[in-house]
């Protein structure tokens, strides 16, 4: 049997070691998106790198809003249910705008940071975000609780 020390130290060595691999995969990648676009280095593929960087936060709070817009439907509690899908539905429509606001801003403008763009700007990230959890949190506290694993195992084992 392994002594207890050695059993611990291996288990910190590899939590530090996950901790270190996350940063260093991510950079990793970054690198090497950077690479490939020096690779294939010309305008038009750089413009497309660029474009896809300054809609990607579009584009994911869009998905966001479509996949719990679709989910909402089936929400027990109808008020919940009607004003989590006039949020989205705003947040859609707030999102489209933001995207033709950076798109406009990109193709004038030209700006060589990302903070400069409305798509990166602290409002729509932080409004969305937040807005996200507010709607989420109203949610969770008007649905039933959902059973765990015991309770349906006790229902089963009380049926047969």
Known sequence: MEDRFIKYSKLYLLIFLLFLAVPVVLGSLAGLMYGF????????????????????????????????????????????????????????LYCCITLVMGIRQYFTIKIHDITGYSTYSLLFLAGNIGMLFFLAIIQAFTTDKEEDWMEKRRKKDNDV
């Open 37 to 92: 676009s020096k690779l294939v280095s010309s305008s038009i593929v750089d413009m497309i790198f660029e474009l896809v960087v300054v809609v990607l936060p579009v584009a994911v709070f869009s998905t966001v809003y479509y996949i719990f817009f679709k989910r909402t439907k089936y929400h027990p509690a109808v008020a919940v249910k009607i004003i989590s899908q006039l949020l989205f539905i705003l947040g859609f």
